[in-house]
């Protein structure tokens, strides 16, 4: 895959003079821990539908995906070529991603909840050549749309079913006779090649293909272990999605890195949450604020705890303080907060020993390898504790935008501006002020969104708020407060306004407009899409 505009070459004698980037893969590390625990468990999936668990070995992963490589290969696949899998959090997922490297071809992860408008996008865009997709997950008949995709896409060469028989059935490639030669880490793609494409969640609507390198992801992975003392003992359970940068890079990569072992949930529920941490004994998850949100309140009403866990990651949106405090007095784990991409993995946490002013009002610190900076529109920095735009910089920065060079990375000195708003204290830790686009001027009075949907979030009618602008002929924009109630709460704008006098909060930052809603409308990471509420509320101001 031919990139434009990537400074690898330019980033790359620093990085590695530094010792950041290692020019290993990760089949290295499978490697190593194939040779040291072969039959040490890897990989525990679970199967909703179906009700199994499937278990296996280090071992059994590295000749599955041996097995499965030499299969993609016989039917055309070789360095460079794009290889889509639109599955949920199954151990095939893993073993795909492992045959790809193999072959030194890319893995290119699609969320289950596209369809096929966004597929034709996203394939057409990667000209991928092989599709692999469950027969059918949550009733929805993946197989039906595989096969009309093709009809569009001509360079889309195979289409691999799993749950199906015949010979279209992914189980058939793993039948494949195992390759003569034994793969070797030699034999995977360089340590600067493409080995991801992953399209962005779409909190703004427009996904973009974002591409990384071994070395730009396992140069994230290999310090953010070392802040939060992981290690091979480790058991990492993850209920985010894998085909997100935070299910695949913590939940795939980060495990075998480890030579630990890697629990998948397919669908999330805070009790089977609980009941695979504790039949597993996990000792590590990671995921958005709902599923630190959703466990907390399970073990908090059913007494059930998880007394393995000992590290909570939340990243995708800052963590409401109240949520923090709360989680670490009921889950007895360490509630971590983190800031990161995409584009970058987790740039930023906060440490195991912080104290609880760090712990509950920051999205941490930087990573090794890794700087930020915070500039006004013009550029400048800004003085200590003032909002301005986030960049970044350092080891694990992408490599690039698939075929959209305009939208890289081109400051001369390596600077990515990140679109978030945040402010940086005295001792390097940052808090996400929100998006760029997040940015609410009402009467020419900036409100600080994120503090003021924190103050909403302590109400105990409140189980979820996010606050938008809304156009005003007079003032510019006013704040409406999109909410989920607690079940059997109520909720109207003028208790809202009473309560937030009473936290003594300025009355131009108070929300003007209260709309309930079911559900708020999220990615499949738990991120809420902004840009649809603001489809919603542009219509307040048109009335």
């Known amino acids: ?35 040291q625990s072969p039959d040490k468990t890897a990989i525990v999936a679970c199967r909703s539908d179906l009700g199994t668990e499937t278990r296996l070995s280090y071992r059994q992963i590295d000749d599955l995906s041996s ?82 995709l093709r009809e569009h896409l001509p360079k889309l060469a195979h289409v691999f ?4 028989d015949g010979p279209d059935g992914f189980a058939r490639l793993l039948d494949h006779p195992a390759p003569a030669s034994p793969f070797t880490p030699a ?49 990492i359970h993850m209920p985010s999605p894998l085909a997100h940068q935070l299910g695949f890079m913590y939940g795939i990569v980060l495990p075998i890195m480890l030579g630990g072992t890697a629990i998948l949930q397919d669908i999330f529920s805070a009790p089977e949450m609980a009941r695979q941490i504790r039949d597993e004994a996990a000792t590590f998850t990671m995921g958005a604020t709902p599923f630190l949100n959703d466990l907390t309140e399970h073990v908090a009403a059913s007494g059930q705890g998880t ?51 760090k712990a509950t009002t920051t999205d941490g610190c930087t990573l090794p390898g890794i700087e930020l900076r915070i500039v006004d529109a013009e550029g400048a920095r800004v003085p200590t504790g003032q909002d301005g735009q986030l960049q970044v910089r350092g080891c694990s920065n992408f490599i690039g935008y698939l075929k959209r060079p305009e939208l890289n990375p081109n400051d001369p000195d390596g600077w990515f501006d990140t ?86 909060m300025a009355r131009q930052y108070m929300p003007e407009r209260l709309e309930i809603l079911p559900e708020l409308p999220r990615t499949p990471s738990g991120k809420i899409q902004k840009f649809k509420l603001r489809e919603i509320a542009r219509a307040f101001g048109q009335a």
């Open 187 to 235: 034999d995977g793609p360089g340590p600067d090649e493409v080995i991801q494409l992953l399209y962005t969640s779409g909190t703004t609507g427009e996904p973009k293909g974002v591409m990384h390198s071994s070395n730009t992801m396992l140069s994230n992975l290999e310090y953010f272990a070392k802040r939060l003392g992981l290690g091979v003992d480790d058991v």
């Open 1 to 35: 895959m031919t990139v434009q505009g990537n400074d690898i070459a330019i980033r790359g004698p620093a990085m590695r003079a530094q010792g950041f980037w290692r020019d290993e893969t990760l089949l290295h590390h499978l490697a190593r821990a194939v040779a």
């Open 161 to 164: 079913v799993v749950g199906r």
């Open 419 to 504: 679109g978030d708003l945040a402010r940086m204290d005295a001792d390097g830790y940052i808090r996400i002020a929100g998006r760029s686009k997040d940015i609410i001027i009402r009467g020419g009075e900036n409100i600080p969104v994120v503090e003021v949907e924190g103050l909403l979030f302590r109400h105990p009618a409140v189980a979820e708020v996010a606050i938008v602008g809304f156009p005003d002929a007079r003032l510019g924009e006013r704040a409406c407060a999109f909410v989920r109630l607690r079940d059997g709460a109520g909720l109207t704008l003028p208790e809202i306004t009473a309560y937030l006098e009473a936290q003594r």
């Open 67 to 148: 097995r499965l490589a030499a299969a993609l290969r016989a039917h055309g696949i070789g360095r460079g070529d794009v290889v889509s899998f639109q599955l949920p959090n199954w151990w095939e997922f893993s073993i795909l991603h492992l045959a790809c490297l193999k072959l030194g071809a890319i893995s290119n992860p699609l969320m289950v909840i596209f369809r096929e408008r966004e597929l034709r996008f996203m394939l057409g865009l990667a000209e991928s050549k092989i599709l692999v997709v469950p027969a059918s997950f949550r009733g929805f008949d993946y197989a039906a749309m595989a096969a009309n």
């Open 307 to 357: 007394p393995s866990l000992r590290v909570f990651v939340s990243a995708g949106a800052p963590i409401p303080r109240a949520l923090v405090a709360k989680a670490r007095q009921t889950l007895g784990a360490a509630v971590i907060s983190a800031w990161g991409m995409s584009e970058n993995g987790a740039a930023t946490t906060t440490k195991l020993d912080d104290g609880e002013e």
